[in-house]
């Protein structure tokens, strides 16, 4: 039977990647709407909009480097776990 503390780490290492991801992919959307569809869109309301979706998805891709730096850490744990040091 498998160690449990390794399985919940396993399973938490993957469920923060998916999380990660995710949280990486928020921002994609409507900033390539207002990039690519909205070429025409133009102004100080547009130029606004563009940088604060910027700002989030530079947002977004921090949270999710730190969700998966966390992953690499019970990553790390479960193979400490499974070859114990003597």
């Known amino acids: 039977m498998a160690n ?3 399985e919940e780490l396993s399973k ?3 469920q923060l990647r998916s ?3 995710h949280i990486a992919s928020l921002a994609d ?3 390539t709407f207002s990039t690519t569809t909205m070429k025409n869109w133009s102004g100080p309301h547009a130029d606004h909009v563009r940088g ?3 700002t989030w998805r530079t947002k977004c891709d921090n949270v999710a480097e730190a969700l998966q730096e966390e992953a690499r850490t019970c990553d790390k744990s479960v193979k400490d776990l499974k070859n ?3």
């Open 4 to 6: 449990p503390e390794i």
């Open 12 to 14: 938490r290492a993957s």
């Open 19 to 21: 999380l990660a991801d």
């Open 29 to 31: 959307a409507p900033r």
């Open 52 to 54: 604060e979706l910027k």
């Open 84 to 86: 114990p040091k003597p």
